[in-house]
């Protein structure tokens, strides 16, 4: 499988609830992003991890829990989320110009998660 | 900061209708320039770039030139078709000075395109 794969696809969550949405790339990347897509509002970041380290959080609450176990898996963890966090949030993956690439992100499908 | 403007949408042209998107942009250091297309039900795929003044990206019969004295990155298309209805993001990446990477991308709202037969 190649690009940059997202899992589950499509997510319904209570506000009590907990889940983790998954992103795995094949790119052979050394940098990954967490962005939040809402209706009638530009992307916005959330994470970046580079080498498995975090190196940007965008004052996004603790509800919001990344994890980057190595440089082809991110995670983000979900728990007592608000229905206004109800969005699709999309995984990237880029190869940055400091480790030999040209820092173009590729983004995977998203999953749109709905809390009720 | 950064950021990008571009035009609001919709957009709703016949097929075979010229296209163009206007987008332009405010950012510190030296940025390269991107549209994104993003298709009904999928994620962002890299349509074009640019990464110095007077370049012009260009893929799928779309274009778009680095203006710089003009800070804008409009995307063209000739001719569309049904197939190019989708959600289009103008974005920037800013390098600093010294050529090192800044890795964040600065998105425009979007513009979603429909294109009817």
Redesign the interface.
């Known amino acids: 499988e190649t690009g ?1 794969t ?1 899992t589950p696809r499509h997510l319904v969550m209570g506000m009590t609830n907990k889940k983790s949405l998954k992103c795995e790339q094949h790119l052979g990347h050394n ?1 990954m992003y967490w962005y939040k897509q809402s209706a ?4 916005e ?1 959330m994470f ?1 991890y ?1 080498f498995k380290e975090q190196t ?1 959080n965008n004052s996004v609450p603790s509800r919001f829990s990344p994890e980057c176990p190595n440089s082809s898996h991110l995670f983000l963890h979900l728990h007592t989320l608000q229905p206004e966090d109800s969005a699709l949030y ?1 995984c ?1 993956s ?1 190869q ?3 480790a030999g690439g040209k ?8 999953t749109r998660l709905t809390v009720l | 900061g950064d950021s990008v403007t571009q035009m609001e949408g919709p957009v709703t042209l016949s097929e075979e209708a010229f296209l163009t998107i206007n987008c332009t942009y405010t950012a510190t250091g030296y940025p390269s320039l991107f549209w994104y297309v993003q298709y009904p039900g999928e994620g962002l795929q890299l349509l074009l770039k640019a990464t110095k003044a007077d370049d012009k990206g260009s893929n799928k019969g779309f274009e778009a030139t680095y203006r710089k004295e003009t800070t804008s990155f409009h995307l063209e298309k000739g001719s569309v078709q049904v197939s190019d209805s989708a959600v289009y993001f103008c974005a920037l990446r800013t390098t600093g000075p010294s050529g090192g990477s800044n890795y964040k991308l600065t998105f425009g709202k979007g513009t979603l395109l429909t294109v009817n037969p």
């Open positions: 940059v997202q940098a009638k509002k530009p992307l970041l970046v580079n940007e999309l990237a880029s940055t110009r400091l820092d173009t992100q590729y983004f995977g499908p998203g």
